[in-house]
């Protein structure tokens, strides 16, 4: 649509975010394959447990993605500088701190989805997808003409969410009611702290932003407690 709207250099210059995306997308990848074993056997034998596992792996995944998302959103000059050039600037750079702010909701999904199928809810998976990339396709044809690179970015955090409402809702009538505010509260405010910082910093010295903000997500993290005993007893044979 971008191409056909406003030609190929649009279209470039919306590959440096996309490109980045789908590299960062590969931790939430190889992470769902790792659990998808446990996680069918649970699906089949306790779903109390798959429920405990998710919670878990969804608070994993969140506190990795949203700080990633603070870090490219400040660094996003210097990384299109790296996949680009000069060429790139500064649209590449926006399109890119636009777009990784769907990586939050798209790792849930990426995790959701392969829950559902352990679940046996393969065909219903379809539906929700068919009405996210009915969105997508409206919503860039609505809006690509006049915003060009933005809107494609943001149409593609909106998708995600409305992808993951009816996986939110296939789950709920499968593993009971879950805590999504409880799941990504902390992680969320941790990374508001990490943006405050970093923004306040960067216009000064983007050394002393960045290791401020690297300091600051953890420390608060761990003042705010993401993980339960039961969880935390549960990572701690895999830490070295």
Do not use: C
């Not at 279209?11 to 440096?16: E, F, K, P, R, T």
């Not at 790296?82 to 060429?87: E, K, P, R, V, Y």
């Not at 352990?118 to 379809?126: E, G, N, S, V, Y």
């Amino acid at each position: 649509i971008m191409e056909w709207i406003h030609g190929p250099r649009m279209v470039g210059l919306y590959s440096v975010a996309y490109k980045w995306v789908a590299a960062l997308n590969v931790i939430p990848a190889f992470f769902t394959m790792a659990l998808l074993p446990v996680m069918s056997k649970q699906a089949h034998e306790d779903r109390a447990a798959l429920r405990r596992t998710y919670i878990l792996a969804v608070k994993l995944l969140v506190s990795t993605a949203i700080p990633l998302a603070v870090l490219f959103t400040f660094m996003a000059h210097a990384l299109t500088f790296i996949l680009g050039g000069t060429q790139y600037l500064p649209d590449g750079a926006i399109a890119t701190q636009l777009m990784i702010w769907s990586i939050p909701v798209g790792w849930i999904n990426s995790l959701t989805q392969y829950v559902l199928i352990a679940l046996d809810l393969q065909r219903r998976i379809t539906l929700a997808f068919i009405a996210a990339v009915t969105f997508n396709i409206v919503t860039n044809l609505i809006f690509i003409p006049q915003y060009g690179f933005r809107a494609a970015a943001i149409t593609t955090i909106l998708s995600e969410i409305v992808l993951l409402v009816p996986f939110a809702l296939l789950l709920h009538g499968a593993l009971g009611r879950l805590p999504w505010w409880r799941m990504v509260w902390r992680p969320s405010a941790a990374g508001a702290a990490m943006f405050g910082v970093m923004a306040l910093l960067w216009p000064l010295q983007p050394i002393i932003g960045l290791a401020a903000g690297l300091a600051v997500y953890p420390g608060l993290l761990l003042v705010l407690r993401p993980f339960g005993p039961d969880e935390i007893e549960r990572l701690l044979p895999l830490l070295p």
